[in-house]
């Protein structure tokens, strides 16, 4: 949302916004009562989800937390917290790209650093299983995209990934 108003800004450039222009923000207007809901519900269930996940990484991939036979769950679960909170608050606010260039373009690095791609795909595909799980499909559907991007960006090696990023058409569909 925030980076539609920012590209509105740019095009208009001392003229009126013709109606198509500010189609997004009738668009928001009408879905924002269900991204709210969305955004309280991922707060509650926020603790839960992160500890499934973290049960599950463990039943599957027990070593996978480990660096340099360091236990790195702690920093797992700060960082998981970190990703889902601006994920809660991307669905909020219907703004993917504002989550790729405050967020997933550093945090890529960092987590490439490490060698932690395996835990982020592997993380971020389970909560995408516990979302369906847990919300009620109108929310989990604005939800998934935004995890299949974490997942997408953290999750992979490949260098051109950093500046090609995958379709966020869905997010501008509101439903």
Known sequence: MLSQFEHLERVIDGRYATDAELQFI??????FQIRFQTYLKLQELELMLLQQTYRKIQLVAPDLLRYNNADMSAKWKQDTIRVLRYTAITVLLNDPDTLKER????????????????????????????ICQHLPPNQAELVIPV???????????????????????????FH
């Open 26 to 31: 009738t668009d928001y207007v009408r879905s």
């Open 103 to 130: 967020l997933l373009l550093w945090f890529r690095s960092v987590m490439q650093a490490f060698g932690t791609e395996r835990s982020c795909d592997m993380t971020y595909q389970i909560l995408q299983s516990l």
């Open 147 to 173: 995890l299949e991007l974490n997942r997408q960006m953290l999750g992979s090696r490949n260098e051109d990934s950093a500046t090609h990023f995958p379709d966020t058409g869905s997010f501008r569909k």
